[in-house]
């Protein structure tokens, strides 16, 4: 990346402001000595800003920059003495939100090994294969699921909450260096259809990565933050970096609430919200802040944002909305801004500095614009493969995402679907996404998620699964005709089916084989 587009970006957000000297060359020195993983970026945001609050949450804790590197720094001691963790080795992380996992990460990460984030949503079974899979020395979790780690090996070595603490008041003291080899962070898929796969999380080298994103989504140094996002998942982890690296304050609450947020936002007087769509569906559920937060910036990602959500949240909270389109495997694809949503509301926006972006056919070959091929990404942060040996695609140094789609006339990318959503009624080619869209702007209608399922005469047929707002009520042929009115035939749901909520994991993304059931 450029040096005078680096330097005008991080000029812009505030980030190449005067300082102490003493404290600008202990950042500086930071960033030399530990480079620019997440260990790194806490300890130069400890050495500009060691005052600054860092994380409050709703445990009740509030941990300056100096004090969340020492607790995580003690809890590495600990770890390495009392339970014998060491470069190379996996530690499990199964915690919701709150100052304790961020430290979990750091502290094992400094230390050489590998941090895998666990979806707090698997089952005791999935956790098991997960625990397996990836042969975990140690997993930390919170206490709320002390019942689902009882069947894991007897091998792995479990720290609760208390444990936790304990590690870190009992930590003697001593120095860390940097370790042999880098500690990985190792992000699960999402697993809506299947187990969740290990992607390996690189390390950036540099300040490209930053700059990509806050180009476009201007966020600035020591805004206030809230991270609604779980930081097990990718979206949620980003925003952790991004914010260390801002020496933001970071507000967490282990579990999402619409109301609690939105009071949160007031109360901490918060500029900036990183969530994924579902949440912000959610918020428009409660009456608005009054008086509105200084929110500039909700960022979301992690699932299709819904046709008619990003304008009806806007309406509300202002034009704050940035939509990434991304991935666990290729870290970011595209940014829409609220203009490009304003003008285009499901569209995934355009990539950023440094992304390059192609639509290809089957062989390889670019499409025209307008036309559906599948999206291929390049950037920094591509993954570094799958745990288990498995790897993505690649064709001229560019990742397949795995997604379906298209980009207009003007440079804006819409996404489609996943390839293997597409389904195939009668010989005509189906996108779920397209018919869910549609059926979202119904007033009546809350939420909504189309599938294939099997057909005797069609090969496949589409199925609709409604959730209604309190109170409303729908006729499925007036559905049925709704659909028709827009779309071509082979676009109408057979079925319509009306569900209290949709069946979702913790990071809002629709379990497909959950409605699946519907039909044994």
């Given at each position: 990346?450029?040096?005078?587009f ?53 445990t ?10 020492d ?6 001691r ?31 990460t ?19 294969t ?19 780690v ?18 870190v ?9 940097p ?8 992000v ?18 540099g ?31 980003a ?179 996943r ?75 057979r ?26």
């Amino acid at each position: 990346m450029d040096l005078p587009f680096v330097v005008a970006t991080l000029t812009r957000r505030g980030l190449l402001t005067p300082g102490r000297p003493i404290r600008v060359a202990s950042q500086l020195g930071a960033l030399r000595k530990w480079g620019w993983s997440l260990t790194g970026e806490l300890r130069q945001a400890a050495a500009r800003d060691p005052d600054r609050t860092a994380v409050i949450d709703d445990t009740g804790a509030e941990l300056t920059y100096q004090q969340l590197l020492d607790r995580a720094e003690r809890l590495a001691r600990a770890m390495r003495a009392a339970l014998g963790v060491q470069a190379g080795d996996r530690v499990g992380l199964l915690c919701r939100n709150h100052h304790g996992l961020i430290e979990a990460i750091v502290a094992t990460t400094v230390l050489g090994a590998d941090a895998v984030l666990v979806n707090t949503g698997l089952s005791a079974a999935q956790l098991a294969t997960v625990a397996e899979e990836q042969q975990l020395r140690v997993l930390v979790h919170d206490d709320e699921f002390a019942e689902r780690v009882v069947g894991l090996p007897a091998e792995v070595q479990r720290v609760d909450e208390r444990a936790h603490e304990d590690l870190v008041a009992g930590a003697l003291p001593g120095d860390l260096q940097p370790p042999e080899r880098d500690g990985r962070t190792i992000v699960l898929t999402s697993g809506t259809t299947g187990t969740p796969k290990g992607a390996r999380r690189p390390t950036p080298n540099g300040f490209g990565p930053l700059v990509s994103i806050i180009d476009r989504i201007p966020l600035h140094a020591r805004d206030t933050v809230l991270i609604a996002a779980p930081i097990f998942h990718t979206w949620g982890y980003a925003a952790l970096q991004v914010c260390f690296a801002l020496r933001a304050t970071i507000v967490l609450h282990r579990r999402f609430d619409p109301a609690a947020t939105r009071d949160a936002l007031v109360t901490h007087q918060c500029q900036a919200l990183f969530a994924v769509p579902v949440m912000v569906q959610r918020m428009l559920d409660v009456p608005p802040p009054d008086p509105r937060p200084p929110l500039k910036v909700v960022a979301v990602s992690g699932s299709a944002l819904p046709g008619g959500l990003a304008p009806r949240f806007m309406d509300v909270y202002g034009d704050v909305i940035y939509n990434l389109y991304g991935s666990t495997e290729v870290s970011w694809a595209s940014i829409a801004t609220p203009a490009d949503l304003r003008e285009a509301p499901t569209t995934a926006g355009r990539p950023p500095h440094g992304t390059r972006l192609a639509i290809l056919d089957d062989d390889g070959r670019p499409v025209p614009d307008g036309r559906v091929g599948r999206i291929f990404v390049g950037n920094e942060m591509l993954f570094e493969g799958y745990t288990s040996g498995a790897r993505r695609e690649t064709r001229d140094g560019l990742l397949d995402t795995g997604d379906l789609g298209r980009i207009n006339s003007d440079g804006l990318l819409f996404v489609d679907g996943r390839a293997d959503d597409m389904i195939v009624s009668g010989g005509e080619n189906v996108f779920p996404s397209e018919v869910e869209d549609l059926l979202a702007r119904l007033p009546q209608v809350r939420e909504a998620a189309v599938i294939g399922v099997e057909d005797p005469q069609y090969g496949q047929r589409l199925a609709a699964f409604l959730g209604l707002h309190p109170g409303e009520t729908l006729d499925p042929e007036a559905v049925r005709e709704y659909v028709r009115h827009y779309l071509a035939r082979f676009s109408v749901p057979r079925d319509v089916i009306f569900v209290k909520y949709l069946p979702r994991n913790a990071t809002g993304k629709v379990l497909t084989r959950e409605l699946r059931r519907y039909y044994g």
